[in-house]
């Protein structure tokens, strides 16, 4: 049973640097593509960072150059480093899995908000 649950969500200012990780029991990282998304007041839900079963990635054009998504097989967590934060990057960020090949994301963590202030 695949289970997600984030971590390491908080308020920093503009410039400044925040690290979450995504605790993800349940899954292989060889057989699941892993995700970061987020959510804004009154926005809908947008992938922020992709990692794909093979080790790929892909970033959504406001965060290239400034996030990184990473795995960690022998602790079993995807982490998305966040650097240069902005206002705009204030929301609830969401880890999510999918098997290989899967249309979609179906599996969800809680989430974890972010707080950039100017």
């Known amino acids: 049973q695949v289970h997600l649950v984030e971590s390491g969500g908080g308020s920093v200012s503009a410039g400044e640097s925040l690290r979450l990780s995504c605790a993800a029991s349940?899954?292989?990282?060889?057989?699941?593509?892993m995700g970061w998304f987020r959510q804004a007041p009154g926005k809908d839900r947008e992938v922020v960072a992709r990692m794909f079963w093979t080790g790929g990635t892909d970033y959504a054009d406001a965060v290239k150059g400034r996030f990184t998504i990473s795995r960690d097989s022998a602790k079993n967590t995807v982490a998305l480093e966040m650097n240069a934060l902005k206002p705009e990057d204030t929301a609830v960020y969401y880890c999510?899995?999918?098997?290989?090949?899967?249309?979609?994301?179906?599996?969800w963590g809680p989430g974890t908000q972010v707080t950039v202030s100017s």
């Open positions: 349940g899954v292989n990282f060889g057989l699941f593509d």
């Open positions: 999510a899995a999918r098997p290989r090949f899967g249309a979609q994301f179906d599996y």
